[in-house]
C-alpha cells in the first residue's frame, strides 16, 4: 500500500529539554501533510520493523500516556465540579 517510506527528521530536540520538535513525513519522495489519519498510516507501516523489544517499550509508553490523560480528565471533572452554575447575568 505505501512503499519507501522515509522519514526526514529536522530539529529534533531532547523532549525532556522543552524544545519543539519538527518532524517530515515523505512517502514516494513526497512530502504528506500531518494528518491523524496519515499519522497513524505512517505508524501501522513501520509496526512491521520494530523487534519485539522495541514493541514491549511501545507498549510500556502507550499503556503510561494513556494512565496520565485518565488521570487529567478525571482531575478535570472534579475541578469542574468544583465550579458553581452561574445563572444568565442578562436575565436578572
Not at 509496526?47 to 500516556?65: H, R
Amino acid at each position: 500500500m505505501i512503499s519507501k517510506i522515509a522519514s526526514s527528521l529536522g530539529l529534533i530536540k531532547d523532549k525532556l529539554a522543552g524544545v519543539p520538535k519538527e518532524v517530515q513525513v515523505f512517502i514516494d519522495k513526497k512530502e504528506i501533510m500531518m494528518s491523524h489519519q496519515n499519522i497513524i498510516l505512517t505508524i501501522q507501516s513501520f509496526l512491521p520493523y520494530l523487534t519485539n523489544d522495541d514493541i514491549d517499550e511501545l507498549v510500556k509508553t502507550l499503556t503510561t500516556l494513556k494512565d496520565h490523560r485518565r488521570q487529567k480528565e478525571n482531575l478535570a471533572i472534579l475541578e469542574a465540579k468544583k465550579i458553581p452554575i452561574q445563572s444568565n447575568r442578562h436575565d436578572t
